[in-house]
């Protein structure tokens, strides 16, 4: 038994490591999905601040060219990180799954030699109480 405790806990480690990971990826596309809003709220204060100045239109052609090229990046780092959270997803389901597997075949096997001890108890009250009765019959009271 003590080899499928060791078992459970590290399982229950693997499992831990799967939901760090997941985290990580998660935080990591929330932090691109941020980077892409502040990319086009940028893009949209160059274009208002554009529109008023003069000079600004000459070099607004090259500022959005550099920030459609940043979303580009970003949409594609965004793609990436959104592949790699579903396969972190899936292992840790697989983890999930495994560690269950775990706890539950070691819940079964406490749960049998706690029958088993009560077995044991109850034959051992079984043959007390039949002594119990033999000197009682006996006439030993």
């Known amino acids: 038994m003590n080899g499928l405790a060791t078992l459970t806990r590290l399982a229950k480690r693997e499992l831990d490591e799967r939901r760090t990971a997941l985290a990580l990826l998660e ?6 999905a941020a980077r892409g809003r502040e990319n086009e709220e940028a893009m949209a204060r160059e274009a208002a601040f554009a529109a008023r ?3 600004t239109p000459r070099t607004l052609g090259a500022y959005l060219e550099a920030a459609i ?18 396969a972190a997803q899936l292992e840790l389901l697989v983890a999930f799954r495994a560690f269950r597997r ?3 075949i070691e819940t079964q096997q406490i749960e049998r030699a706690r029958r088993v001890a009560e077995r044991r108890d109850q034959a ?17 009271r």
């Open 27 to 32: 935080d990591r596309a929330a932090r691109i």
């Open 69 to 86: 090229e940043r979303r580009r990046l970003l949409a594609a780092e965004a793609e990436e990180t959104a592949k790699a959270v579903a």
């Open 102 to 104: 775990c706890e539950i």
């Open 53 to 55: 100045s003069a000079e």
């Open 124 to 140: 051992r009250l079984d043959e007390i109480a039949v002594d119990r009765y033999r000197r009682y019959a006996a006439g030993d």
